[in-house]
């Protein structure tokens, strides 16, 4: 603040001047002579009445008052004469001086102003902070009471906000002040680190110290880097920062507080590195399984630490790295991580962790199904009306009573449970992509693949979309296995993603192969305007065809070898963006409705690859492996070597691909097994004994994933009885016959 403003803010509050002023002389006085005599302890009551009779003066509506206010009390040297008490050998002194300064911090300050007035206490706490560091290696609590209230007021201050309050117009102010905090706590993380690296296990007392220091650490190394961001733009200059290019006290943005805050985060990065070689040498050398909590904040710490890496050049491929060389403790810690955390970030960074780590932290973003029969979203469906009824029961739930479960029964059937609703999500997903329905489109090379149909349909059936994208979303809510996923198109536009020629070769081949002649094509050619092309469109629009311009004045605009680029540009997006904008909007809305918060939709798929949504849909597009099957599958009142047994698994090994996998849904109401196989079901399967005629044909409990299998005579009859359920209208009546 200038002289001539300083000026007029003590004339204008010249009394509260004096009467600072007067505070301050008593204190010194009270330090350079005061002993615990009765004068002595008369004089240091007097200070604390004063001190709260100026906190109470400070206006609670007038925010520009009592700014004033609190830089006339730092201008008189208050806030020094305030710790010199506090550190006073004396212990009346200290104890006045102490019980003096809490009167800024939480929760005293709460006591006397509103939130608003209270922020503009920020620049008098960091005072106190920057005054009373040295007390922080003697572990005086009043330090990290300062700290944790500066932390709170940070929080509630704006970042447009934050120099007004802390008394400043500088970013690097700012950023000098704030690069203690960080630097210490960084060191005292750090120690927390070693404790749990070297410790089979941490206390309940170490985890909540633990967990307020990384908090902190977090919190003000976010308000370093914004101040860091500001400080760089106000001098023209941007980020990230390559320190080996002459940083020095030449450069326009030099501090040396940035570079600092470089040494930090190397230093973390070292601890976390020997942290995470720690756990991987105690699952696979030394034996040890048994999860230490402490561990869980490993991922909390390398967050704020990705956060950083972005400031300096070169920082963020080395934490990649970094994270790569111990991916095997990373995929163990995000296995048994829970939805209130957030670790979404490690999606950013390219095969740091496994596909099942990559899929656990997608399924965060979706509601925790709970077997809570009484929030159930009820369901009874007529399997002759399967695609109607269930549009019904689905586009028009309200999706909280969705992302509570669902309870699915078919009309006439007695079957209900896990195993009924996976067979009806497989079921409705297979009917609603079938391109009969004309919604949505297959991929010529893979027909398993799919986009919204490019055509204009009645705009009655756009709801349609709504009920797919919830449909989808419920199945990946429920880990069900669906046998189709999206091509490229409709993948990156669920994703917000700008569409380009490459990725539309799977979608329309032949359309892939006209652009990429186009614009291969010889320049002389082109511009001969040989090909007639113009910027037009023909479609076809409730079966008629008409054109339309892909630009304004687009059928008098001819394509030549300056343009054709823009050409096939347009093209494609009309093709593939406008054309199917209003399916793929109401396709978003729906699943945003199942996810845990709606606005994650894009989110969800900006951070998946197509691949592992593929893993997530698909399943295992591998042929089933008979001898994996039969290594998780358990008997009951049979023996794998029983001839009943033997001859099962040789008719299984007799069939085709399709036979296996009619038999497993039978089985199951799996059709398409997880990436990793039987093992990536919840459950082995299971093979009971039934008692009956042998002319009794097996069934199934799909929610156990049981088989009842009768005391069949022979071979041929084991054979004839198995070829038979993997009829698909019998495999889908699970067997109840």
Not at 164 to 186: A, Q, W
């Amino acid at each position: 603040m200038g002289f001539p403003l300083m000026a007029r803010l003590i004339e204008e509050h010249l009394q509260t001047v004096i009467d600072i002023k007067d505070l301050v002389s008593s204190v010194f006085c009270l330090c350079s002579t005061g002993d615990d005599s009765d004068e002595s302890s008369s004089s240091r009551t007097d200070i604390v009445v004063r001190v709260k009779d100026f906190i109470r003066m400070i206006p609670g509506d007038n925010k520009k008052k009592s700014m004033e206010l609190l830089k006339i009390f730092e201008f008189c040297g208050a806030p020094d004469a305030l710790v010199s008490l506090f550190n006073s050998p004396i212990k009346g002194n200290k104890e006045i001086g102490e019980e003096s300064i809490r009167l800024f911090l939480y929760p005293k300050i709460g006591l006397f102003l509103p939130r608003s007035v209270q922020n503009q206490f920020a620049f008098i706490v960091s005072q106190f902070c920057a005054l009373l560091r040295g007390a922080a290696a003697c572990g005086e609590p009043v330090y990290y009471s300062c700290r944790e209230t500066l932390g709170s007021l940070l929080k509630s201050i704006g970042f447009a906000n934050r120099l007004r309050y802390f008394g400043t117009t500088k970013s690097s102010d700012l950023i000098e002040d704030l690069h203690p905090f960080v630097c210490e706590l960084s060191f005292k993380l750090m120690d927390g680190l070693y404790t749990i690296k070297t410790s089979s296990s941490v206390s309940t007392s170490f985890r909540l110290s633990f967990e307020s220091d990384i908090r902190e650490f977090t919190l003000f190394s976010l308000h370093l880097r914004r101040a860091i961001e500001e400080h760089f733009r106000s001098k023209g200059q941007s980020l990230p920062l390559c320190l080996d290019d002459n940083f020095d006290e030449h450069h326009p943005c030099y501090l040396e507080q940035i570079q600092r805050f470089h040494c930090n985060f190397h230093y973390l990065l070292r601890s976390i590195k020997m942290c995470m070689d720690r756990i991987e040498y105690n699952v696979k050398c030394a034996g040890v399984w048994e999860f230490n909590h402490g561990w869980s904040y490993y991922l909390s710490i390398l967050k704020e630490l990705n956060n950083i890496s972005k400031l300096y050049q070169g920082a963020e491929d080395e934490l990649s790295n970094e994270m790569r060389s111990y991916q095997f403790s990373l995929d163990t810690l995000v296995m048994y991580s829970k939805r209130s955390d957030d670790h979404q970030w490690l999606l950013k960074h390219k095969n740091v962790i496994d596909f099942e780590s990559r899929s656990h932290l997608m399924m965060m973003m979706f509601p925790e199904v709970k077997d809570d029969t009484g929030k159930l979203h009820r369901m009874l469906i007529d399997r002759s009306q399967l695609l109607t009824e269930s549009f019904e029961h689905i586009a028009h739930a309200n999706p909280k009573s969705l992302r509570n479960g669902l309870f699915m029964e078919f009309k006439g059937e007695l079957a209900t449970g896990h195993g009924v609703l996976r067979e009806w999500l497989f079921l409705v997903c297979q009917a609603l992509f079938n391109p009969q329905n004309s919604l949505f489109l297959a991929c010529p090379s893979d027909r398993r693949r799919f986009f919204p149909n490019p055509a204009k349909v009645d705009p009655r059936h756009l709801s349609y979309f709504g009920f797919c994208g919830r449909l989808i979303a419920l199945a990946l809510m429920h880990k069900v296995h669906v046998g189709i996923t999206f091509d490229r198109v409709f993948f990156l536009q669920l994703a917000g993603e700008v569409i380009s020629l490459e990725d539309i070769r799977d979608a329309d081949p032949c359309l892939y192969k006209s652009c990429k002649k186009i614009l291969e094509m010889d320049a002389d050619f082109m511009d001969s305007e040989a090909m007639g092309l113009t910027f037009v469109k023909e479609i076809e629009e409730f079966g008629s065809r008409k054109i339309v311009e892909l630009c304004p004045g687009g059928d008098t605009m001819v394509v030549n070898s300056k343009n054709r680029e823009e050409y096939v540009h347009l093209l494609i997006q009309y093709c593939f963006v406008k054309s199917m904008s209003e399916k793929v909007a109401h396709f978003a809305e729906g699943f945003g409705d199942i996810l845990f918060k709606r606005r994650l939709h894009k989110i969800f798929f900006r951070r998946l690859e197509l691949k592992d949504l593929d893993g997530m849909l698909l399943g295992s597009d591998k042929a089933i492996c008979v001898k994996d099957w039969q290594a998780h599958t358990v008997y009951d009142d049979y023996t794998e070597t029983d001839e009943q047994i033997r001859w099962f698994w040789k008719v299984v090994e007799g069939m085709s691909v399709e036979q296996q996998r009619e038999l497993l849904f039978f089985w199951t109401s799996v059709k398409y097994l997880p990436v990793d196989g039987f093992s990536g079901l919840p459950s082995p399967l299971y093979i009971y004994k039934t008692s009956g005629s042998h002319y009794r044909l097996p069934s199934s409990h799909t929610c156990f994933y049981r088989l009842s299998l009768p005391h069949y005579p022979s071979l041929a009859v084991t054979q004839q009885h198995l070829f038979r359920i993997c009829q698909e209208h019998v495999g889908c009546s699970f067997g109840f016959m």
